[in-house]
C-alpha cells in the first residue's frame, strides 16, 4: 500500500524532471513547450498536495478545481493559514490551466490554426514562469515543517532558485 507520503514524493518527482524540461527549454528559447512543461508540473505539483492530504481523484487536468473544493468543505480540517495558501495555489494555477490544450495544439483564430510555437513568446513565458515559482514558494510554506519531506522542500528551493535566475536573464 502506498502513503501518503509517497503519493506527494511520487508526484513531485515528475513535477520535477518537468521543471527541469523548463528550464531548458526555456534556455533554447522553446518558449512553446517551455509553457507546456509548466502546465504539466504545476499540475504535478497540486496532485503531490493532494496526495499528501489524502485526496482520492481520478484522472485530471484541472486539479485546482479540486484544491477549491477542499478550501470550501466544512469537513475537512486545515488551519485558516493552510487554506489560504491553498487557495493561492490554485488561483495560480488557474492561469496556465486556462491554456488548457493550446499549449500543444496551438489556437484556431480567424480561420487558421496558430501553432503553440508562434504564438507563445518570451513575455508570455516569464508570466507563467513566475507563477510556477509561486507555487514552489506556497508548496515551500505549506511542507517546510513536515518531517519525511526535507529532500522534497530542498529539490523546491534549488528550483525556485534556478528559475529567479532565468527571471533575471
Known amino acids: 500500500m502506498t502513503s ?25 528559447q ?3 513547450d517551455t509553457i507546456f512543461r509548466i502546465q504539466l508540473s504545476i499540475e504535478q505539483l497540486q496532485k503531490g498536495l493532494l496526495g499528501f492530504l489524502g485526496v482520492q481523484f481520478r484522472k485530471n487536468h484541472k486539479p485546482s478545481k479540486i484544491l477549491d473544493s477542499i478550501i470550501h468543505n466544512s469537513n475537512i480540517k486545515l488551519e485558516n493559514k493552510k ?3 491553498i487557495k493561492n495555489i490554485s488561483l495560480f494555477a ?3 490551466e486556462k491554456e488548457e490544450t ?3 495544439y496551438g489556437i484556431k483564430y480567424g480561420g487558421r490554426i496558430i501553432a503553440p510555437e508562434e504564438y507563445y513568446d518570451k513575455k508570455i513565458t516569464l508570466k507563467y514562469i513566475s507563477n510556477l515559482k509561486e507555487i514552489l514558494n506556497l508548496l515551500i510554506l505549506i511542507f517546510d515543517d513536515v518531517l519525511g519531506l526535507e529532500l522534497e522542500i530542498e529539490q523546491m528551493n534549488k528550483y525556485k532558485k534556478r528559475i529567479e535566475e532565468l527571471e533575471e536573464k
Open 4 to 28: 501518503n507520503y509517497d503519493t506527494t514524493k511520487q508526484w513531485f518527482q515528475l513535477a520535477y524532471n518537468n521543471i527541469k524540461r523548463v528550464i531548458r527549454n526555456y534556455e533554447q
Open 30 to 32: 522553446d518558449y512553446a
Open 102 to 104: 493550446f499549449t500543444r
Open 83 to 85: 487554506k489560504e495558501i
Open 94 to 96: 488557474k492561469e496556465i
